[in-house]
């Protein structure tokens, strides 16, 4: 039974002519051309940073050296990018967006007008954050953790003034507008779903999008909580995180209410931990989808992995509290956090195993499954998963992580499980739907060099950094040469390795023109995409799946998403009825 021509691609292009801009296709580009815009001027503050953390006296063109006071405005801004509008916004919004209608059968989003809201004041956050720089005093230096009192006292540093507040303004618009798409992803998954579309149906890529917007709703509205008592403290005399007498650059200043910065840290770690989760929960929902489809089997264990998720989601938002165990926490409460941080990795460590096991047998070991790229930057991604996930249980130890917090070991850990691991997610997302998005196949010989450059040289960058953080180099300084004493002697024996690592990661950008020139000439070339290259079997890759009438052809789901045969030469699409399965094209 051959497989029923598919017209995604063309009606996807046929359409856009009409999109509005409340249209949730339009809406989800312009959510990736935002991020990408965010991705280059993170990625270009990060070699900056780079470069002046291992030759600290070179001169910037038309600038001069890079100050102190400019490096961790530069760590303040990259982390803000990075963290917030590139794997916040791209996995979720971007691609949630452009494709999670379509995966449950549907037309359209519950909010159309909200999820436009929603983009435009993302857009109005980031112009706030990118004006931060040129404001009297430069941008905030104090992270995008923003610890007080030296975010709460304007007198505390360079930056601290107007770069603070707007700083502030932008990441509360940001959760503002998090928590308007959450509502409307929320809505869509729980009201929009097509006939047949049970729960059990829906794809892992669904699931890690509807935890992950459930996620986004209480973390960012207690973030946002905790920005305006900041505010309050900076500008309206209150002292929720100021203690009662606090000396400030040799001035004393009092607080008329005895605050403590202790609560700030419960506040946003209660926002920040979850968010590892937001960031990451689509693209380990896409890679169980992707590995199936090109194992050709079914996802090992499935309604296990849909437990296994939600659960992940849910032991994520009670575990903020191992990010301060030299805060100053009660010995009981570093004991409960420790618990429920190592109880994490029973359902992540389940994952791994439903990972390895789909691509087992009939799949990678046995030389069947196909490695396209998609797949590759699947198998990618989880390589990358495990590999920082193994550092976690490390830093969930208190007496560990108290050698270990505030050095390049966490920068190293975090940098490979949540921002590598999310950029292959990215990557896998970009290579797998770009036929149904463009009606065109990136080329596979440039993606694998895309690919096989990137994991060497992202390794390259990041595994030295657990080196040096055992070592004891501290993260946040802005220069290692030139400190006398012992100090200076430990700095100094690392850098041999930091000169290391700014050269991988030079190589590391750089690893990424195949991928812009694969887009360039792919995106010039005739759409003459096969209407489901990949034989996928979820919803998006059905007939009119992106028709954009009212009155089309009506959509029902009439199986679970990775139906194979045992010897992965048949597949049953989700959207045909229960018949002879299809031959792989």
Known sequence: MSEPQNPG???FRASAKGWGMAHHRTLGLAYLGLSTAALLAGVTL???MRLHLTWPDWPLPLHGPILPEEYLGAVTLHGTLMLFFVLTVAPLWGFGSLILPAQIGSRRMAFPTLNAAAFWTLVASLLILCASPFVAGGTAISGWTAYPPLSAVAATGPGQALGMDLWLASIGLFSLATCMAAVNMVTTIVCLRCDGMAWHRLPLTVWGWFTAALL?????????AALVLLFCDRHLGTGFFLPAT??????????????SPLLWLHLFWFF????VYIAILPGMGLVSMVLANFARRRVFAYRLMIAVMVLIGGIGILVWGHHMFVAGLSPFAGSAFAISTMAIAIPASAEVLSWIATVCGSGVIAGKARLTTPMLFALGFVSLFITGGLTGPILAQPILDQYLHNTFFVVAHFHLIMAMAGVFGLYLATYYWFPLIAGRMLNERLGKIHFWLTIFFAYSTFLPMHITGLAGEP?????FTGIAGPAGELLAATMPLQRHITLSAIFLALAQVPFMINLWRTLRSPATSAPNPWDATTMEWA?????????????????????????????HPQWQPVTQPNQPE
């Open 272 to 275: 920040g931990h979850p968010e």
């Open 475 to 479: 993260r946040h300084y802005a220069q």
């Open 9 to 11: 691609g063309a009606s």
């Open 246 to 259: 606090l000396v400030v650059n040799g001035i004393v200043t009092h607080s008329p209410a005895d605050g």
């Open 216 to 224: 986004s709703l209480p973390s960012f509205a207690v973030l946002l």
């Open 46 to 48: 990060s070699l900056l």
């Open 543 to 571: 007939p009119n799946a992106f028709s954009d009438e009212p009155s089309g052809p009506e959509l029902n789901t009439h199986a679970g998403p990775c139906e194979y045969s045992l010897d992965g030469e048949t597949f």
